[in-house]
């Protein structure tokens, strides 16, 4: 038999940002918790608005499994004597279990055979687990920031109002401070605030919706795109798309409705992004373009109620963006009269951070690992590479900047190509800050690339210079998501870099801020590297093994690592790759200690030896100029022939051989051997069965 589990937790409003994590933490932590309690169960459903986070569970068992629990005693030899009379050991485990010694189990373990108590749990009803566990679980729910409310020490995002809890028809009984649970749920607070009773996950959706919440945020998502689209075609236009907005928005509200509204076509004169950033970072409005492309002097905006009279919505929107977009103008028009290089001296007046000096040091340090960067990738672009560096920050002293922060970079794009700046010079302004999210927009040139790398990899190794390094918890820098961006630029540019080299640059021009050794240093941020660089390539599904056989060999060059991982990721499913893999771990464990050996041909005693030797050298050069082609595949294909030789040799060749000389000489064709693929993988690395 089983039973549908219900429950909502209904609270003051939720900040939209936390909303679906809660949903997807609500979802991640019912599933394991009933896995590790052995509760059966179908689907689980989520669903959220600002006031209330609901869950339901099909099909959830009404009486856990029953378990079998087996612990491990002494050894038979050490609980019974040679008579089989059972010794104190085996009494004294009995007492600590709980059972008579007639009740011991014997059991065959690959250490020998040990008596063991067994132990049948019968499981218990559901419903009783859940009375004591659903308060737990509402505290188990993670948020970025949580409260405390009244005189109470229960901690959430919000203050909880009401909380239902029904498996089946029954009311699963608790209290969360001053809160019993119930069956009850509440809609619109401001439209039907009135409370209805709930008896299922469809009647939930039927009744909310009836009150007017729509609780599922993809129906409220859907709901908004196609209401908005209406408006933009009434309008004669069409809607900016921003899936980040509409997702915001969609968790702002429990029953949206769009309204439109205008502004006076002055402020079109205002660069286009300072008109989305207005509209979308701040005011949360959706803009709308006409048919070139060009921004309309219109918006739509999302209420959380349904609007009779929408011209009084209207105005009140239309005198908040009028006033916001007033402000920018002036800060526009004052900023023009500034050349943006003069606000390069201001920035001697800005402390980046108290340990690595003022953002001017910044602006110089970045420049000349710019520079170092430009004359390794691209010598023709040092000149923008360097004007670009010594303008990137010049306009977070602009007025525009200080008022509208989510700008920087965008502005000072604009200022340098109204100034008269060398297009590019313009765009690298901009694009030194991509990525800003994780899969984010790249810089598109290479001027961007280059001084957004050096910005990034001085941060990086300023703060790992100063002690500065992030926890498992806390990383106030983003270091994590500035390592990833010079990862991802390096991969998407196909640089040929040495992450060792330009680490090693940085912290030279870091020397006069540095707290800690170089040496200590150094080893940190390259391994932070790689432990980002890992993380990203196993959450795109390369096998674990492969990126750490991969990476024994040297992280350092992102490209070329990138390069084998996929070689060797797709050399997995090659039919010789398992025992291929076995064969050489076998290799590596034999030759470990053993280094600088010389293979002598009129040493060898067994015909396997001398074909393994042959077989070596019939690929050797031909593995050789593939790898420094970086043709892994063709290298990885080229080695597997020789499986059936390394076969035979392991098969027949006895390698440790008491003979010294026979001994050495078997080694150093190993090392031989090894050599082809250690300059690709060490397969030592590599899981098998």
């Known amino acids: 038999m089983s039973k549908e589990l219900l429950f909502e937790i209904g609270t003051e409003e939720i900040p939209a940002a936390f ?144 909380v239902c809890a029904l498996f089946g028809e029954d009311v699963i009984p608790f209290t969360i401070e001053n809160v019993e649970s119930g069956s009850v749920s509440y809609g619109h607070r401001f439209i039907d605030p009135a409370p209805f009773e709930i008896t299922s996950c469809a009647d939930y959706r039927e009744k909310t919706a009836a009150h007017f919440v729509i609780a599922d945020p993809d129906e409220r998502i859907d709901m908004i795109r196609k209401q908005i689209r209406t408006v933009a075609e009434e309008l004669g236009g069409t809607v900016l798309e921003n899936s980040d907005l509409l997702d915001e928005v969609a968790h702002l509200v429990e029953y949206p409705s769009a309204v439109r509204g205008s502004f006076d076509r002055v402020f079109l004169e205002l660069p286009k992004d300072v008109l989305i950033t207005t509209m979308i970072h701040h005011q949360k409005y959706f803009p709308i373009l006409d048919g070139n492309g060009n921004l309309m002097p219109s918006f739509i905006t999302i209420t959380n109620t349904p609007v009779r009279d929408t011209t009084v919505v209207s105005r009140g929107n239309e005198k908040v963006i009028r006033a916001r977009l007033a402000d920018a103008r002036f800060f526009f028009e004052e900023d ?116 957004g790398m050096a910005d990034k990899m001085d941060t990086i190794c300023g703060c790992f210079a100063v002690g500065l390094i992030p926890t498992g918890t806390a990383d106030p820098y983003a270091l994590r998501r500035q390592a990833l ?142 790898t420094n082609d970086d043709r892994y595949e063709d290298a990885l294909s080229t080695i597997a022939t020789l499986r059936p030789t390394v076969d035979a040799f392991f098969d027949t060749v006895l390698v440790m051989t008491e003979d010294e000389k026979l001994r050495f000489n078997r080694l150093s064709l190993l090392e031989d051997v090894s050599s082809l693929f250690f300059n690709i993988a060490d397969f030592s690395k590599i899981a098998t069965a």
């Open 19 to 162: 909303i679906p994590k809660a949903l997807s933490d609500m979802e991640r932590i019912i599933a394991a918790d009933f896995a590790e309690n052995r509760i059966p169960h179908g689907d689980i459903t989520t669903m959220g608005t600002p006031r209330r986070l609901f869950l339901s569970v099909a099909d959830v068992a009404e009486k856990q499994d029953d378990q079998t629990s087996e612990k491990l005693g002494p050894a038979y030899s050490v609980a019974f004597d040679d008579e089989g009379v059972p010794t104190k050991a085996a009494l004294g485990f009995c007492r600590g279990q709980g059972i008579d010694i007639a009740d011991v189990t014997v059991i065959d373990t690959e250490k020998g055979r040990y008596i063991a108590a067994r132990r049948h749990i019968p499981g218990t009803l559901t419903a009783d687990f859940l009375r004591d566990y659903l308060p737990r679980f509402v505290a188990s729910i993670p948020f970025k920031k949580s409260m405390r409310w009244r005189d109470f020490s229960f901690r959430f995002a919000r203050p909880i109002h009401w």
């Open 485 to 626: 961006g010079i990862i991802n630029i390096v991969l998407d540019k196909v640089y040929t870099l040495d992450l060792d080299d330009v680490i090693d640059k940085s912290l030279a021009i870091l020397a006069p801020k540095m707290k800690r050794t170089v040496d200590e240093t150094k080893g940190d941020v390259i391994d932070f590297f790689s432990g980002r660089y890992r993380n990203q390539l196993i959450a795109q599904g390369v096998a674990y093994d492969v990126v750490d056989a991969v990476f024994a060999r040297g992280v350092t060059d992102i490209v070329r690592v990138m390069r084998k991982v996929t070689a060797m990721n797709e050399f997995k499913y090659h039919p010789d790759y398992e025992p291929l893999a076995v064969a050489f771990k076998r290799v590596v464990n034999i030759l470990k200690g053993f280094s600088g050996g010389h293979v002598d041909e009129g040493l060898f005693m067994e015909k396997e030896e001398k074909d393994l030797y042959h077989a070596y050298r019939g690929i050797e050069k031909t593995v050789e100029t593939y």
């Open 336 to 451: 023009k009269k500034i050349p943006l290089e003069d606000h390069v001296e201001s920035l001697k007046n800005v402390t980046f951070h108290s340990l690595l000096g003022t953002s001017y040091e910044k602006v110089m340090r970045f420049r000349e690992l710019a520079l170092f960067l430009a004359s390794i990738i691209t010598p023709d672009e040092t000149d923008r590479v360097a004007r670009a560096a010594i303008l990137a920050k010049a306009d977070l002293e602009t007025q525009m900047v200080y008022e509208f922060t989510e700008l920087q970079g965008i502005i000072g794009r604009e200022y340098a190509l109204i100034q008269g700046e060398d297009p590019v010079v313009a765009q690298a302004i901009y694009e030194h800050y991509l990525p800003t999210t994780a899969g984010g927009e790249l810089p598109a040139s290479d001027s961007g690339a280059i001084v």
